[in-house]
């Protein structure tokens, strides 16, 4: 196996360890010529997600510098990532990205996977940055040699809290972006000796592209209303719900408030709104509530179901415990040494620098755990601990978020029932919210977009459910 192949799959391991990840949306085939796209909020752990998301190695297209970096240079090389020259990064060698696209050329002729990043940057903002072309030159180049167009599918990346270890987080991958007919025109042309990738054929695909990450991806004008559509989403819908359907109604409910921003009347209402909801999120703060926990039913039966299902945790306690204290050391260091990886104070990064230097410190740890058992005990002591640590260290991680959540859960239902008027109160309250919500989306689907086009009702998502 390929030494990049196993650096993905390791990647992937991490990445899925660092995050709670929900997948979504159907796998790509395992095979043949794949071109990903995905939209970029947090670095280089971006590549571990997409290769999670699509279930295959996948080599990409890096910044140049990376591969010099002397923190990440050999992490970048060892993933067969392939250079790209920006203007942003110094002066490019001659014909440096003749030579990158080449690369990828011949992977994807070679029946590879090959990933890329279009906006061009990681950035911690609340939307696509403006794409580049790379992606659809290179695959139009690609189609005119290969002969035919060949899947090209957009992953979108959602992340709660990007630098918050064990935060949730979403991919989502989508349809393949349709460009058949495109493939086929530069075929056409190529065969007459003109250019595949012709520039007004390139804009087109950039536009598809473009479309097609943002139907996996939600984009708000800013982190303001994209809390204001989380929080309505929160006091809306009482259930927990998929995390690909929550991301559908908190895209639509960012285009209704860019509609109403057009609209004084609509969007002094929508403000009003907003105030009230983060009112409102401040009273169930006070009882350390959230909107969900209102609907959560306090009965005996309940109460007995939650706790049988939370036996295992009793059951795993003690090696949950040994776990715990061996991971201590390697946990606190992760920590600090990720305070010092460069460009960590900057939050797309962050993830990466913990990610990155908390597998370094895990595995040092058992090396050298690994050791000192060899030492005292022998060499089977020595293959013990190198076999029986990780997992210990991963089950006291899952045994102690289990228990967490126990307390949480248990500290809700408590509250629930001994504060029973209070939350009675917050009920109603939450319910007249989530009516003036509804309201608010039926007044910004009557509304014209920029193009002048009113919401046709019978095929969006109704308010109902779209819950936002």
């Known amino acids: 196996m390929p030494v990049h192949h196993q650096v993905g799959r390791f990647g992937a391991f991490v990445a899925r360890t660092f995050y709670r990840l929900e997948i979504a949306g159907e796998r790509p085939g395992a095979d043949g010529p794949l071109l990903v796209v995905a939209n970029h909020p947090n670095s280089l752990l971006d590549p571990a997600l997409v ?13 140049a510098p990376l591969f010099t970096d002397r923190n990440v240079g050999w992490l970048v090389r060892a993933s067969g990532a392939i250079p790209v020259h920006r203007r942003q990064d110094g002066e490019a060698p001659p014909g440096g990205n003749d030579d990158t696209f080449r690369a990828a050329e011949a992977a994807l002729l070679a029946g590879d996977a090959i990933a890329l990043f ?32 060949f899947p090209l599918v957009p992953v979108g990346i959602t992340l709660d809290d990007r630098a918050i270890f064990r935060s949730p987080g979403l991919l989502v991958i989508g349809a393949g972006v349709p460009w058949d007919d495109l493939a086929a025109d530069a075929v056409r042309d190529a065969q007459a000796g003109g250019a595949a990738s012709e520039p007004a054929r390139v804009r087109e695909l950039t536009a598809r592209i473009g479309a097609a990450l943002h139907g996996v991806t ?23 719900l998929p995390g690909e359907t929550r991301l559908e109604r908190r895209r639509l409910g960012a285009e209704l408030l860019a509609r109403m921003r057009d609209d004084a009347a609509a969007h002094d209402a929508a403000m009003q709104l907003g105030d009230d909801l983060r009112r409102h999120r401040r009273l169930l703060g006070a009882l350390r509530l959230s909107p969900a926990d ?5 009965d005996a039966g309940t109460a007995v179901t939650w706790a049988l299902r939370r036996l295992h945790l009793l059951v795993l306690g003690a090696l949950a415990a040994v776990g715990t204290v061996l ?33 370094a410190c895990f595995l040092l740890w058992t090396l050298l ?57 917050l009920r109603a309250r939450q319910a007249e919210l989530a009516r003036r919500i509804e309201a608010m989306v039926a007044r910004a689907e009557a509304l014209p977009s920029g193009d002048g086009h009113v919401m046709p009702g019978p095929e969006r998502p109704t308010a109902a459910r779209m819950n936002v």
């Open 369 to 425: 755990l690994t050791v000192l058992a060899g030492v005292i005990g022998g060499w089977w002591a020595a293959l013990a601990t190198l076999v029986g640590v990780p997992p210990l260290l991963l089950l006291a991680l899952l045994t102690a978020e289990g228990w967490r959540d126990a307390w949480r859960d248990a500290r809700r239902f408590l509250t629930l029932r001994r504060r029973s008027g209070r939350v009675a109160e």
């Open 118 to 149: 279009p906006e061009g940057i990681s950035h911690a903002q609340p939307g696509l940055a403006p794409l580049k072309t790379g992606a659809a030159r290179l695959a139009l180049q690609t189609a005119a040699r290969l002969g035919r167009a």
């Open 294 to 298: 209102l609907a959560v039913p306090t």
């Open 218 to 240: 939600v984009s708000f004008a800013s982190w303001e209303d994209a809390r204001l559509v989380a929080l309505a989403d929160e006091v809306h819908a009482a259930d927990a």
């Open 327 to 359: 991971g201590w050391v390697p946990y606190q260091a992760t920590g600090r040494i990720a305070r010092l990886f460069p460009g960590a104070e900057s939050v797309d990064v962050r993830a990466t620098a913990k990610a990155l230097v908390g597998a």
């Open 51 to 63: 290769t999670l998301a699509v279930g295959r190695p996948a080599r990409f297209l890096a910044k």
